[in-house]
């Protein structure tokens, strides 16, 4: 029960002034239901921008040198 007391009182206080949240609930069928949340700060999401685009340009290297190896 501590667990779930700690997990409310985080999304109430703000661990950064700027920080982005959010809550959802996602039902599946009639017996599955997802529930999540999310925080997130302007930095980490830059940083998660970038992470996904140098992802995508080396993925798309390596597309384009397998393709003119051939």
Do not use: W, Y
């Not at 999540?36 to 993925?59: E, H, K, M």
């Amino acid at each position: 029960m501590a667990h779930a007391e700690e997990d409310e009182n985080s999304l109430r206080v703000p661990s950064h002034p700027e920080e982005i949240k959010s809550v959802f609930d996602m039902r599946i069928g009639e017996h599955v239901t997802v529930q999540g949340s999310f925080r997130i700060t302007p930095a980490g999401l830059i940083c998660a921008g970038l992470a996904a685009a140098a992802i995508t340009f080396a993925a798309g290297l390596a597309a384009s040198s397998m393709r003119r190896g051939r």
